[in-house]
């Protein structure tokens, strides 16, 4: 059974032949993924913006938008369900993600507290959105995981509920991460990239 990476792989030789935006895969399994955790320093209620110690990632806060506004904002320990610290958002959990460099995966743990949510991401090269996707919750008072991959790379990526329900606050906890390919797909990966810098020196030809 093909895994996430190589379904990825497949994708870089479609994207390859076209000006198509990214195709953006999503797994629950972690083994699709090589992962950093990001922890932030400890950040009270009403905070609009942090940045990971390691400086690779940046969480701002769209407080005020959406249907009911997303509210208070803050890092702590504050639910069992996930160990360590979590990022708490009320309201409509809406928030940007910006990456230090550029990215092509990064996943994260969430727990939703006890009402279903619908989730839209919006992948961004600078102003530039290259791709989107989305996920719904399903599971309530559980740690969950989920993981994205990209075929084209993103710096920022924009999470919206903006759902016009009531909604319940959720915990999340971020990883950067890459993809990692099953051990026979590597060559098929670097054939993958090197057919896609043949495309685009075509193209500037």
Do not use: H
Not at 151 to 169: H, K, P, Y
């Amino acid at each position: 059974m093909k895994n996430l990476a190589t379904s990825f792989i497949a994708s870089l030789f479609l994207l390859g032949a076209s000006n198509a935006s990214a195709v953006v895969l999503t797994s629950t399994n972690t083994a699709d993924f090589n992962l950093t955790f990001e922890d932030f320093p400890i950040a009270g209620s009403g905070v609009a913006s942090m940045t990971s110690i390691s400086g690779n990632l940046t969480i701002d806060s769209a407080i005020g938008v959406g249907n009911p506004a997303a509210s208070t904002a803050f890092y702590n320990e504050f639910t069992a369900t996930l160990s360590d610290n979590e990022y708490i958002i009320g309201g409509d959990e809406n928030f940007d993600l910006t990456f230090s460099s550029q990215k092509n995966a990064f996943a994260m743990n969430y727990s939703d507290f006890s009402i279903a949510s619908i989730f839209t991401l919006n992948f961004f090269d600078g102003a530039t959105n290259v791709g989107s996707t989305s996920f719904t919750t399903t599971s309530f008072g559980t740690a969950e995981f989920i993981g994205f991959i990209s075929t084209v790379a993103f710096d920022s990526v924009q999470i919206r509920e903006d759902d016009g329900a009531n909604n319940t606050n959720e915990a999340f906890q971020f990883y950067t991460a890459e993809a990692v390919p099953e051990p026979g797909a590597l060559a098929i990966f670097g054939l993958g990239l090197i057919g896609l810098g043949y495309m685009r020196r075509r193209k500037a030809a």
